[in-house]
């Protein structure tokens, strides 16, 4: 399996030009889409809904990474999955009953990712850690783009590695927020192994290079 995840954010592209975005996506050597559904409750802004995510997976090719960063996240899981989901990750603050929306989630046929916001400690995913796809962990505040890296971060990713190897599972870490070219190397090195990059991405000259230059940082 591909441990090395480039997974661009849609959220900072110019939605004006989405097929044009889309395309350019699948020439360049990302692995991922990345897609922020916002509900303007659970964090305080609102992004998009299931027609984006038709369009884009009507011209994508490859997978959708949707991040659900909403309340009562059960409700809605099989409208995802019909509007072209691949991975759906929930945020463990959002759930009350966790193990069932991640089970709903597999049975429906997508990957299962649960999400931690800043201020949530890894610790609490002992119990579950094993039925999980990936944990996506926020390194910023969620809810808007550009924001700047958490350095704690760092000290939580290793906590959730040591966590992942003790219970001996294979779940995928993932980070989003404030990744660069700066820091991007020292968290694959950690042992992230699918980056989530926005606004670096795409308020470049370049977003294939871009692309190219940070695959190159998080495959040698």
């Given at each position: ?84 989901a691949d991975i759906l990750t929930v945020h463990y ?22 999400a931690l916001n800043p201020h949530t400690p890894v ?28 350095e704690t971060s760092f000290s939580k990713i290793e ?62």
């Amino acid at each position: 399996m591909n441990h090395n995840l480039l997974s661009p954010s849609i959220l900072n592209a110019d939605f004006g030009n989405l097929k044009n975005i889309v395309e350019t996506l699948n020439q360049s050597e990302s692995d991922w889409f990345h897609l922020d559904v916002m509900d303007g409750v659970f964090v305080p802004n609102l992004s998009f809904g299931l027609p984006v995510i038709e369009i884009v997976k009507k011209y994508s090719s490859k997978p959708l990474d949707v991040h659900l960063m909403i309340v009562n996240p059960e409700k809605h899981l099989g409208n995802f999955r019909n509007s072209g989901a691949d991975i759906l990750t929930v945020h463990y603050e959002a759930c009350t009953h966790l193990n069932k929306v991640v089970q709903q989630i597999k049975n429906l046929g997508m990957k299962a990712g649960v999400a931690l916001n800043p201020h949530t400690p890894v610790e609490l995913l002992e119990d579950i850690i094993s039925e999980l796809d990936q944990v996506l962990i926020m390194t910023v505040n969620p809810g808007y783009g550009g924001q700047k890296f958490i350095e704690t971060s760092f000290s939580k990713i290793e906590r959730l590695v040591n966590l992942i190897t003790r219970k001996q599972s294979d779940t995928l870490i993932e980070v989003d927020g404030g990744i660069d070219n700066t820091n991007i190397q020292k968290l694959k090195q950690m042992g992230v192994n699918a980056f989530v990059v926005g606004s670096y991405i795409f308020n470049s000259e370049d977003v294939v290079s871009t692309i190219s230059d940070l695959k190159r940082k998080i495959s040698c």
